[in-house]
């Protein structure tokens, strides 16, 4: 019987791996910060560079590029892409119909237009051919979401860009190390934006990163995430600025802290053991599931040549399972395995916090309001998804090898059983 309805659950395994994940290393390195009078990249100079800094050059040449500029969040790494490429009011910028709110959110805080375009029903990422009829002459960037498991057709996006003279802005929150024929998500369009929010595969609980091999953009970046000024570039004196006031454009503050700065450094050298383990489980994972029939992984493209997960997705065949919903069938594998297992995002028209009628600022003028209006939008397949995948966290793919036949199982069993989901 279903664990759901009050049989022996499949779950054997109790010890689900935790996420984030911490080491004694991360606590000294807290403790090193605690201790070193410079919390913040705008705190006066202490004796060595900022730990954002560092930690940004290794960044950098993890991703095979020659700039990272730290940021509060992924969000803010979005906003501060825009406002490089100099993306503003009019302007519209291409984002995927099915991901998280923040691609729009950052077309709509320069006051662009998000023009929403669907993904493809295989990897859930945007769909290209849609792309190219989207575009515009307002159209002033795109930004490519590699979502969850899978990446954007790097190849495709590109061009398109090139043709158009359209920079692509890689939104790499979802996929830190993921490589594209060997290259890191992020280091082939104009701007590659991380976020290392807690949930997301690399983390520091909140923080984010944009990379680039563009020195004007580089100094832009960091114009526009603290305050118009940018790193100096000899040795400050003690308790003097690390930070030259150059004001090349207006901007803001969305700098990184120091301790964000000191986990991450420490969690990078940790990090392609996790890529590589959550990889071997889920190619395990795709093969195993695909034999159970009805159950179809998220899609990668051959030119993926290493994939980082956020969650793990998969596409139910739900004529297979008793036409009951993924909702239903979800309910029932968490019940057997004990971890959180749900439909992937809403389609971004119909995103619930997507609601830009809520504020003034937006309120530009009856052109722009139909224009950011999503009703305007068609997204069949991100729909679809929603309706009919699931998805769970990446976390469940640092297990082992026996974890994931515990989670096949499950799949199968509810599949078998699925006639008795209420
Ligand atoms: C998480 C996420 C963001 C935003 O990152 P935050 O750090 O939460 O601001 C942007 N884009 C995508 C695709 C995300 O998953």
């Known amino acids: 019987m279903l664990a759901l309805n009050g049989g022996t659950p499949i779950r054997r395994n109790e010890d689900w791996p935790k996420w984030p994940i911490h080491t004694p290393e991360t606590t000294k390195a807290l403790q090193a910060v605690l201790e070193s009078q410079r919390w913040s990249i705008s705190g006066t100079y202490a004796g060595t560079p900022a730990r954002d800094r560092t930690f940004s050059e290794k960044w950098a040449a993890y991703n095979g590029v020659k ?21 503003g009011a009019g302007d519209e910028v291409i984002v995927p119909g099915l991901c998280w709110i923040a691609p729009a959110t950052a077309a709509l805080n320069v006051n662009a ?5 669907d993904v493809d029903p295989n990897t859930f990422c945007l769909d290209t051919a849609k792309v190219k009829a989207a575009i515009t002459p307002r159209t002033k960037a795109i930004i490519a979401v590699h979502l969850y498991g899978s990446m954007t057709n790097m190849d495709e996006i590109l061009a398109i860009g090139q043709a158009n003279k359209i920079p692509v802005i890689e939104d790499c929150a979802q996929s830190h190390g993921s490589q594209w024929n060997g290259k890191n998500a992020g280091s082939q369009g104009v701007i590659g934006c991380f976020s290392f929010h807690h949930g997301k595969p690399f983390t520091s609980g909140e923080g984010g990163s944009a990379i680039t091999n563009d020195p004007r953009l580089y100094q832009r970046l960091q114009n526009l995430r ?6 100096v570039t000899h040795t400050p004196k003690l308790g003097h600025m690390e930070l030259a006031e150059t004001a090349v454009v207006q901007g803001s503050n969305h700098a990184l802290s120091e301790f964000s700065s000191a986990i991450l450094t420490e969690a990078l050298t940790r990090i392609d053991d996790q890529i590589k383990t959550r990889l071997e489980n889920a190619l395990y994972l795709d093969e195993q599931l695909l034999k159970v029939g009805g159950i179809v992984p998220q899609a990668r493209p051959k030119q993926v040549t290493r994939q ?23 309910q029932a594998v968490e019940a057997e395995l004990g971890f959180w297992i749900h439909p992937p995002y809403v389609a971004m028209k119909e995103h619930k916090l997507y609601v830009p009628h809520t504020k003034r600022r937006w309120k530009l003028g009856s052109d722009h309001e139909a224009a950011i209006n999503p009703a305007r ?13 699931l998805v769970f966290h990446h976390s469940v793919l640092l297990s082992t090898k026996k974890h994931m036949d515990s989670i096949v199982e499950a799949f199968a069993k509810v599949k078998k059983a699925a006639a008795d989901l209420k």
């Not at 700039?67 to 501060?80: D, E, M, Q, R, T």
């Not at 237009?113 to 375009?117: G, I």
């Not at 980082?308 to 979800?330: C, D, I, P």
């Open 226 to 231: 603290s305050d118009s000024r940018e790193w």
């Open 377 to 389: 939008f068609e997204l069949p397949v991100a729909q679809k998804a929603h309706r009919e995948n």
């Open 308 to 330: 980082s997960f956020y969650h793990y997705m998969v596409r139910l065949e739900l004529g297979q399972f008793a036409g009951k919903t993924n909702e239903q069938v979800g």
């Open 113 to 117: 237009r998000p023009v929403m375009v």
């Open 67 to 87: 700039y990272a500029v730290g940021c509060a969040n992924g969000s803010a790494a979005l906003l501060i892409a825009l406002e490089a490429l100099d993306v």
